[in-house]
């Protein structure tokens, strides 16, 4: 009998945010109604700014007509957290999780996501760590990663976001509502290239291991990306 994976994943270059989100709806009702195993997606997004369930409107510093100027989206979106900026600057990681059924917190499941930056920064010679109190990935005092996740009936939604070069977009926003941060990226922190695709390799790889779990090529995402 031909073994299941754990978690099936699929990488979708640059896609437009609603649009993912749309397309993480459909993956959720399918993982609620156990239809589909665990899905993990990598993309890029056009410049967007995201408001968590904790945004505070004084954290967005410029005006809908600057934004528009520049080409920047503003989506509410129903994950923790605070204020951020997706582009395509980032590397963008989303988990259709069924955290029910691998018997973890919401704070153990951060943890693990967490753990795959910091192993996915280090292949790159870059220490990082958490910053207790501040969920996502710093060097030093830096920020590195953002980090956001919704949970409903015990699947989860969003991910994580790993700068890959620095966005001058950011200076748009309070990231993370935290004043005064400083958001960081690989490539200002390494001493060596950053080729896109060892980082996509290396992210697979560390999801494999902090979840424990066999990766294979999603059959469903790109089947439902072409309807949405």
């Not at 129903?78 to 204020?83: A, C, K, N, S």
């Not at 753990?115 to 220490?127: G, L, T």
């Not at 695709?197 to 291991?209: N, Q």
Request: aromatic letters at 8%.
């Amino acid at each position: 009998m031909k073994h299941k994976p754990d978690i099936e994943y699929y990488y979708l270059e640059t896609v437009r945010y609603e649009t993912a989100h749309r397309l993480q709806r459909e993956l959720w009702e399918l993982r609620r109604e156990n239809a589909i195993c665990d899905q993990f997606i990598l993309l890029h997004h056009p410049p967007v700014i995201t408001l968590g369930r904790s945004s505070e409107a004084k954290h967005l510093l410029a005006s809908p007509e600057e934004l528009d100027r520049r080409g920047v989206s503003v989506v509410e979106v129903e994950r923790g957290g605070d204020i951020t900026l997706h582009s395509p600057n980032q590397l963008t990681g989303y988990f259709i999780f069924d955290l029910k059924a691998r018997g973890l917190s919401v704070r153990q499941f951060v943890s693990k996501i967490e753990q795959v930056v910091i192993e996915a920064a280090a292949e790159f010679h870059i220490e990082a760590g958490r910053n207790e109190g501040f969920p996502g990935v710093w060097v030093e005092d830096r920020k590195l990663s953002s980090l956001g996740v919704s949970l409903k009936r015990g699947v989860s939604m969003h991910g994580f976001s790993l700068n890959v070069r620095r966005d001058l977009l950011f200076r748009y926003i309070v990231p993370c509502g935290i004043t005064g941060v400083w958001m960081t990226s690989l490539h200002e922190e390494s001493d060596l290239m950053i080729d896109e695709m060892r980082l996509r390799s290396v992210t697979l790889d560390g999801v494999s291991r902090a979840f424990f779990s066999k990766l294979e090529l999603s059959r469903v995402v790109p089947e439902l990306f072409e309807k949405i």
